[in-house]
């Protein structure tokens, strides 16, 4: 039978993808749920191509437009928050796809593990803020969630058949990005544009933005520790610029395991939707001529402090990273309308963090106050 895939943010990067590789398999998967938070025009091009039983257009002023662009064809369309986080739970769907960009994923991801779904999980920010809850959740309802992330896709891959062999440390790589061995007095001259020219990866402006800052490395970090239960100091994070390795799992016999291939974000796509089989496509290979060298090298915490602040996030506990995402979702948005520079974040990240209300066992209520919370804080200190 195929398997029927909600894609909650298709218009985005991973989502466009995630499509890629439904065309490419039209025998084993199909189409049942779109979502995009503005982009309703490319949301119509794909419904008409893909067919899907639904699409969800978040934004509410732009649903009389979807409706009557899609009106001869047999698809409901929907709008609004409340649609966007209930549609993955729908009976019809076999897997959801959450490829929603930043705090925006975590109630989608809730209410379809509530409803027994499998997660294919390519929102970092979701584990981020409510790791413990989440994991808890597929645990209790007995689905899986998988990982879409390159470096978390590596990891779960390592560890295939391993389940009974201790974990020692787990690495995950990080290209650098494209200030790789800059300075502070250089990042504070940063530029918008500068930021967004990714070396290696094809991104959304706010991941590109995070992977800049190593913001997104201490995400995945904190993502880690929840996705293989693992304490903080069994995270490193290695600087890899050329991208082959995607994270290394190192066990307690000293071995090495790593998964290796081009940057190419279809391969953890497919793996997370195709699991447990690894389907056949004619992605590029990788060849190892043409990488006579892999180079290796410590993350500078001291210029990147958005790294050092996420570890300390995640050694605190409670609610410390979803302020930590709150005000970085603030302060990336700040940045990208030129009203803060780019060393400027992290004082934004920090001092939120120092500010707002310790929670140290919080439940899903409090997750969304702290966020709320948090974005007022960074707002008003982006103000100052």
């Not at 391993?162 to 494209?178: H, M, Q, R, V, W």
Request: proline share 5%.
């Amino acid at each position: 039978m195929k398997r029927r895939i909600a894609i909650l943010g298709s218009t985005g990067s991973i989502g466009t993808q995630a499509l890629e590789v439904i065309k490419q398999h039209p025998e084993l998967f199909e189409t049942e749920v779109l979502t995009a938070g503005r982009n309703a025009e490319l949301l119509v091009q794909q419904a008409v191509e893909f067919q899907p039983n639904v699409v969800v257009i978040g934004d509410e002023e732009k649903y009389d437009w979807v409706s009557r662009e899609l009106s001869d064809h047999p698809i409901k369309v929907y709008a609004g928050r409340e649609a966007l986080a209930q549609v993955g739970a729908m009976s019809t769907v076999d897997m959801v796809l959450v490829a929603l960009v930043g705090f925006a994923g975590l109630v989608p991801t809730f209410r379809a593990l509530e409803a027994g779904k499998p997660v294919a999980l390519a929102n970092k920010e979701t584990l981020v803020v409510a790791g413990d809850l989440v994991m808890n959740l597929a645990r209790e309802k007995g689905v899986p969630l998988l990982p879409v992330d390159s470096e978390h896709s590596a990891i779960f891959q390592c560890l295939v058949g391993e389940a009974d062999n201790k974990i020692e440390k787990l690495i995950l790589t990080a290209s650098g990005g494209p200030f790789r061995g800059k300075s502070v007095d250089f990042l504070r001259k940063v530029t918008r544009c500068q930021a967004l020219n990714h070396p290696n990866w094809k991104m959304g402006d706010k991941i590109t933005i995070d992977s800049a800052s190593l913001m997104n490395k201490g995400f995945e970090a904190i993502e880690a520790k929840w996705l293989f239960d693992v304490a903080p100091e069994q995270i490193e994070i290695v600087v890899h610029p050329q991208s082959i390795v995607h994270s290394l799992v190192q066990f307690a016999d000293g071995s090495l395991k790593a998964q290796m291939g081009l940057p190419d974000m279809k391969l953890p796509i497919q793996y997370a939707m195709g699991f447990p089989k690894r389907l056949v496509n004619d992605f590029p290979r990788f060849n190892f001529t043409d990488y006579p060298e892999l180079s290796f090298e410590k993350a500078d915490v001291s210029v990147f402090r958005n790294l050092s602040l996420a570890f300390e996030a995640m050694n605190q506990g409670g609610n410390i990273p979803c302020i930590l995402n709150a005000a970085n979702e603030v302060a990336v948005e700040a940045f990208l309308k030129s009203r803060i520079g780019f060393v400027e974040m992290s004082s934004v990240i920090e001092q939120t963090m120092e500010k707002v209300s310790f929670v140290k066992h919080p439940g899903l209520d409090d997750y969304l106050r702290t966020d709320e919370e948090a974005r007022r804080v960074a707002s008003e200190i982006v103000a100052k």
